[in-house]
């Protein structure tokens, strides 16, 4: 079965730390690996994604490790602010021209930004 | 950047009615859309797979005869919650991937909240 672990289930970070968020996957066949950021009651937004021929994609403040050989990947968060705090989730999926298939979730984990 | 519209985004109704839910890809054609279902501290579960003109691929467990998804156009595709009943009340998210484009992103709805009395 297509999994993606995702830990921990929950996480607290005080103003200014950084938050780390990890994934591991089973499929070697995923090839896109993006992290969604949700807010109470809104749809997921996709915060930053990856591909598996690079290791590490920074975004401003969000950066994704990722490692191939481990089937992991993660999402580091530097200088945390209140404003982060949401529930994130970790995703899968294998990206192929002509045929979208479905994201596979991880579990999530809820970030509390502590002012 | 690619954007799709869910609406409504609650709804109240009562039991044994339907409601219908649409989701509308903007600025971009979705060959497919996915319909998720997202209970309270929980993760986004898929339960179909809308392909335009074709029928929707509904994943295991999920009732279609309950959950009837059309997906009429490039743009367009309905989620109907049929003789609705409290157990259906729940958080229900579309996505549409946005290709061929310049992000391999699948973009999601703003999610309706269903609630069935």
């Known amino acids: 079965q297509q999994q993606v672990k995702q830990s921990p289930q929950s996480l607290i970070v005080q103003k200014g730390g950084i938050s780390i968020i990890n994934c591991a996957y089973e499929n070697t066949a995923f090839d896109y690996f993006p992290w969604y950021q949700q807010f109470p009651g809104k749809g997921p937004a996709l915060l930053i994604a990856i591909r598996p021929d690079v290791s590490e994609k920074k975004e401003g403040r969000f950066t994704i490790s990722f490692n191939k050989s481990a089937k992991q990947f993660s999402l580091h968060i530097m200088d945390s602010q209140p404003g982060d705090s949401a529930t994130y989730f970790c995703a899968a999926s294998i990206l192929q021209k002509g045929s979208a298939r479905q994201l596979t979730f991880g579990s999530g984990t809820q970030l509390t930004v502590l002012p | 950047g690619a954007v799709v519209s869910q609406h409504p985004s609650r709804v109240i109704c009562k039991s044994g009615t339907s409601v219908k839910i649409e989701c509308r890809s903007l600025d971009f054609q979705a060959t497919t859309m996915f319909w998720y279902r997202q209970f309270p501290k929980q993760s986004l579960m898929l339960m179909a797979t809308?392909?335009?003109?074709?029928?929707?691929?509904?994943e295991q467990g999920v009732e279609k005869d309950k959950f009837l998804i059309n997906h009429a156009s490039l743009t367009l595709s309905t989620l109907t919650v049929t003789s609705a009943h409290p157990e259906d009340s729940s958080f229900y998210i579309c996505?549409?991937?946005?290709?061929?484009?310049?992000?391999?992103?699948?973009?999601f709805g703003s999610g309706t909240r269903l609630t069935v009395v």
């Open positions: 996505s549409a991937r946005d290709w061929p484009g310049e992000h391999y992103g699948y973009t």
């Open positions: 809308s392909n335009e003109g074709s029928k929707a691929t509904y």
